[in-house]
């Protein structure tokens, strides 16, 4: 028995033996895989457990206009914060008890130099576990440096710190806003090119590495590594600001005086490379301060009738947000009206139609299968020749076009100048117009004249400019090129050719037909330049099923280009629902083409060539005559055709109106010279709004004032131009040879 019992003994004995000698074996084995085959990964774990890893912010590339003006640059703010776990050591350490001088120290400061409720930041001192807690983000350079000398000072090393960070920053605040875009607080951009080429300018985020110890203190000595950040590129687009900033100014006088409901856009377009120089949607919105809805908004949403702080008030703040950041030329189509007539036009000549060569008789109507289709002079035009038809914009004509290019040859011709497809501009949210797939001659009929169907303004001023650049599509681009930190080009944009469309020969006669509309009796009359020939075409397209407040909405429109013979720039306009005046593309949207064609033409290195008319009405600078001998001055002053009076018996001239550098225009100007003390005599400014130049002319220069003139060009007074506007105002009272300004403009309704 005992024997058994011993052999039972070592028998299990054994079995012990071996199984703890399989999981000291495994035990090793694993060791051994520790240590060879997973050894860095436990590695890693180590460091990450005694180490912290602080990021090293990569600069975002910055973006400029052609010229190399920044429109998006960083600037350094700093992050403030404090370490709570730190302040609750250095004060046990202060007293050898617990204390909070220290924090209420530090609460004191930070809330005086940051502007932050004391209670605020003495409650984050008081969370004693956390290494981190931030304080402000953002804070500026001087109140860093005060802050910073402060920690010195105080000795509160360890205990507060700045942290340097980069922001994004926009020196031309709402310039251009909905082309470039903007990011979202981490640097991630979130519209335009901010969005579209955001891994471009982006950069790769560098990091430190440093050894803490278990109270989270840092011991450089023990570890520490650095991987480099590389900054993003820079990007250089086709953009002009001046060009730009003219365009916006342009758009919001055309939205603030037709009261548009509904915002408005605007592109220029270099014809020949399809560059874009400027793009503007109004209202534009501040890039530093997105988020805030700008006073355009505000207004609609003071007049909603919704209560402040109201789910649906608060549901239409953000709706309004989200509608402001839109780029409303790339996103949303329109009916582009008449001005399309100018794409019918070139079929017909590509086509070379046996129509153009007679005339039509427009008698108010066209019936097509049994429907009769009006012409928007009800009236009728009468016969009129192609030419003819297109200047005064005959609806008529143009079904009659439409008949005899027919559905296949039309539908060719549409697809061709891009109306099927997007332009594939270097821009997000890119929208496409809408077309029936299937046509008919009714159909037909229409679209020849520019209704029921719709385009974005890109494709449409894209596909302008391939009739004014002799016929072929280009693909519209913003970003010239790409350069890296060091100033070398990474990436070129070179102009792309999508397809030829139509004969130069086409482009030239169409241009020199659109031309002498502007210039003589066309509907495009108010879009004319002295000193340049604009080709242009005016539209107008009510909105289907819109109605605010029992009104008809309608959408006015502009597309020229210049100089006609040998276009180099196109423009468009649109204003979305116009409230006030004469309702027509015509006096919406070309006089704003014209005053921004005449800004940016002689800048962009186009010089004037004036008719003898012109010249006429062209405005001379005004010398200084002050401190001359009055003899001398008089016989100067008449010799450059001024009639002169002079106030006071001295010698010499004193003072003088108009004062120097002032400008006048027309045929004969008036000078008013003041001796000794003589006081200037002061006259009341006549009401000259609604006459035509010759009466204006007559009213302001009998009055003893000097007249200059701006806006649409009509010398006899015999077009229909009529003073929109003058200054100083009626009744205003100003000195005897004051210039008086006015601007003219036809009040026509034929688009």
């Known amino acids: 028995m005992a024997r058994y019992a011993h052999g039972e003994f070592l028998k299990r ?145 360890g205990l507060v710190f700045l942290e340097a960070t980069s922001k994004r920053y926009y020196p031309y605040g709402s310039l251009a806003s909905h082309v470039i875009g903007f990011t979202s607080t981490d640097g991630v951009g979130l519209y335009g090119l901010e969005y579209q080429y955001n891994d471009t300018i982006d950069g790769t985020d560098g990091y430190y590495v440093t050894a803490r110890d278990s109270r989270g203190n840092e011991m450089p000595n023990e570890y520490q590594s650095y991987v480099a950040a590389e900054d993003g590129h820079h990007i250089t687009t086709t953009l002009d600001s001046y060009v730009q900033a003219a365009l916006e100014e342009q758009l919001e006088n055309a939205v603030l005086d037709s009261g548009a409901l509904n915002r408005a856009c605007g592109i220029v377009m270099d014809v020949k490379t399809g560059e874009i120089l400027a793009l503007s949607v109004y209202p534009e919105f501040d890039l530093n301060s997105p988020w805030t809805l700008v006073p355009y908004y505000q207004r609609k949403l003071a007049t909603s009738g919704l209560s402040v702080g109201s789910e649906e008030y608060s549901a239409l703040a953000r709706s309004y947000l989200l509608e402001s950041w839109s780029n409303k030329a790339l996103t949303e189509t329109y009916i582009p009206g008449s001005t399309f007539k100018i794409l019918t036009s070139s079929m017909a000549l590509e086509e070379n139609l046996p ?148 004969a130069s020969s086409t482009s030239k006669t169409l241009s020199e037909i659109l031309a002498a509309g502007v210039a ?9 330049v002295p000193g340049y020939r604009i080709a242009a075409k005016t539209g107008t397209s009510e909105k289907k099923g819109a109605t605010r407040t029992e009104m008809e909405m309608y959408i006015c429109s502009c597309v020229g280009y210049a ?142 004032f000097n007249l200059r003139i701006s806006g649409a060009y009509d010398a006899d007074g015999k077009g229909g131009a009529v003073v929109v506007s003058q200054s100083p105002a009626a009744g205003e009272k100003v000195q005897n040879g004051s210039v008086i300004s006015i601007e003219l403009r036809y009040m026509i309704k034929d688009d």
């Open 520 to 528: 003589g009796e066309g509907g495009a009359k108010n879009a004319y």
């Open 13 to 157: 004995a054994t079995v012990l033996f071996g199984f703890l000698l399989l999981v000291f074996a495994l035990l090793l084995i694993r060791i051994a895989v520790i240590q060879t085959v997973d050894f860095e990964k436990y590695e890693q774990k180590v460091i990450e457990q005694m180490t912290t890893r602080s990021p090293a912010s990569a600069n975002r590339g910055e973006i400029y206009d052609r010229n190399g003006k920044v429109l998006a640059t960083n600037v350094t703010t700093y992050r403030i914060f404090i370490s709570p776990s730190a302040i609750s050591r250095a004060q046990k350490t202060l007293d050898g008890r617990r204390s909070d001088s220290i924090s209420r120290e530090i609460a004191s400061t930070l809330s005086e130099h940051l502007g932050i409720e004391y209670d605020k930041i003495y409650s984050k001192t008081q969370k004693i576990s956390r290494l981190d807690e931030t304080v402000l983000r953002d804070a500026d350079e001087q109140t860093a440096e005060k802050l910073r000398t402060w920690i010195l000072e105080k000795n509160m090393v």
């Open 355 to 502: 129509i153009l060569n007679g005339s039509v008789f427009c008698g108010g109507a066209k019936t097509v299968l049994g429907r009769s289709i009006h012409c928007h002079k009800r009236k009728g035009h009468g016969s009129l020749t192609f030419a003819e038809g297109i200047q005064h914009s005959c609806n008529v004509w143009f079904m009659s076009i439409g008949q005899s290019l027919g559905i296949e040859r039309f539908t060719k011709y549409f697809k061709q100048f891009g109306y099927r497809e997007k332009t594939g501009i270097d821009l997000p949210g890119e929208g496409m117009g809408v077309i029936s797939s299937r046509m008919s001659e009714l159909d037909l009929a229409i679209y020849a004249f520019g209704q029921n169907f719709t385009v974005t303004a890109m494709q449409h001023i894209a596909a302008i400019s391939a009739v004014a650049n002799g016929g072929t599509l280009l693909k519209p681009y913003v970003v010239k090129n790409t350069l890296d930190s060091e100033g070398s080009v990474v990436f070129e944009q070179e102009p792309t050719e999508k397809r030829a469309i139509v």
């Open 563 to 704: 100089p006609a013979d040998d276009p180099r720039y196109a423009m468009i306009l649109m204003v979305d629902e116009p409230t006030k005046g004469i309702l027509y593309g015509s006096t919406v949207a070309a006089p704003y083409i014209a005053k921004a064609f005449e800004t940016i033409l002689p800048y962009l290195g186009v010089a004037p060539i004036y008719t003898e008319e012109e010249e006429k009405l062209l405005a001379s600078e005004i010398p200084n005559y002050t401190g001359l001998e009055m003899g001398a001055a008089v016989s100067f002053a008449e010799s450059r055709g001024f009639a002169v009076t002079v106030v006071g018996e001295g010698k010499y001239v004193t003072s003088q109106s108009p004062k120097a550098q002032s400008l006048y225009s027309g045929e004969t100007g008036k000078m008013v010279f003041y001796t000794d003390d003589t006081e200037p005599e002061e006259k009341s400014v006549p009401d000259v709004v609604g006459k035509t130049l010759v009466e204006a002319n007559r009213a302001i220069t009998d009055a003893g």
